[in-house]
Every structure is written in structure tokens, then in C-alpha cells.
């Protein structure tokens, strides 16, 4: 299964690459501070392939990926409205994958979180993510945040986090 978690998240960082562009940003620098909700307690970081760096330069913000056991973890921060930020069923699918939405899901402390599941070639990935936002607003899906940060302004800081297993 870890090679499955490994390979969804190579997937995943994969399929960003073709929608990136804007202005140069620090996503390929060292991973920035994240918050400790983020990231599950004893997660590694992995670092990011030479290839994801290149890819991921002109990023708006920054990226980070840790693995917890089983589960793949993507940090992505964004400073206001970026159409660099996209969904993670949008990046599985430019992967190949076939993905089929999920219901928005409460997690065991009340926040909402969306996702879905992607099968590619005996491959089944299950995902789910959310979006945070420094003025305290969260978003399970990018469109809701999107338009959000539209309105909000450049000053907006806000993170995306991807969890799949």
C-alpha cells in the first residue's frame, strides 16, 4: 500500500505542473512553517523530486509533502487568489486517473472536508481536502475558496491540505 500512497502522491504533485505559471513564487525553497493541525504527529517530510522543484518554481507560495503510515499528506499555501490552486481531482485526472466526487464529509471535529475516489490501472485512490484561511474562513472545495480570496484581496493567506490514502 505505501507504494500506492507514494505513487498518488507523485500523482498528484505530477499533475500541478501543467496549470502552473504566474509570477515566480518560493514553492521550490524549503517547505514554510505549517501549522501543527496540519500535519499528523510523527509525519515525515518527503522531499520534493527535482522535477517537482522545476515544475513547482513559479508556484504562488509553497509546498511541502509528509507521509504518515499509509496516508500521503500535501501542503500547499497560497497568498490570495491563485488559479495555480486547483483541485485535487482536476491534477488525478490530467494523471489519468477516473474520479468520482465524494460527498462533503464532517471530520471527527466538525470541519468539512471534500474529496472523492480515483482508479487508474488497479490503482484506487481515496482523497479528501480543505482549504484554510487565515481570516479564519475554511472551504472544502477550491471554487467556494476561490472566489472567496477573489474578493478578500491579495493580503489573504490560505492553505490547501490534501490527505490520501
Do not use: K, N
Not at 511541502?64 to 495555480?84: F, T
Not at 483541485?87 to 471530520?107: I, N
Not at 466538525?110 to 479528501?128: D, E, F
Amino acid at each position: 500500500m505505501r507504494d500506492v500512497t507514494g505513487f498518488a502522491a507523485a500523482c498528484l504533485m505530477a499533475a500541478v505542473a501543467p496549470w502552473l505559471g504566474g509570477a515566480p513564487g518560493p514553492a521550490a525553497a524549503a517547505a514554510a512553517a505549517w501549522d501543527a493541525t496540519l500535519v499528523p504527529a510523527g509525519a515525515r517530510v518527503v522531499p520534493l523530486s527535482e522535477d517537482e522543484s522545476r515544475h513547482l518554481a513559479r508556484f504562488p507560495g509553497a509546498v511541502a509533502r509528509y507521509v504518515d503510515g499509509e496516508e500521503a499528506v500535501l501542503v500547499r499555501r497560497v497568498h490570495g487568489a491563485s488559479r495555480a490552486l486547483h483541485s485535487s481531482a482536476e491534477c488525478l485526472r490530467a494523471a489519468g486517473f477516473d474520479v468520482v466526487p465524494g460527498a462533503t464529509r464532517l471530520d471527527p471535529t466538525g470541519r468539512a472536508w471534500g474529496g472523492g475516489t480515483a482508479r487508474r490501472a488497479g490503482i484506487t485512490v481515496t482523497y479528501r481536502e480543505r482549504i484554510t484561511c487565515d481570516d479564519g474562513t475554511a472551504f472544502p472545495d477550491v471554487t467556494g475558496w476561490y472566489w472567496h480570496a477573489l474578493a478578500s484581496g491579495e493580503g489573504l493567506v490560505c492553505t490547501a491540505t490534501t490527505r490520501s490514502h
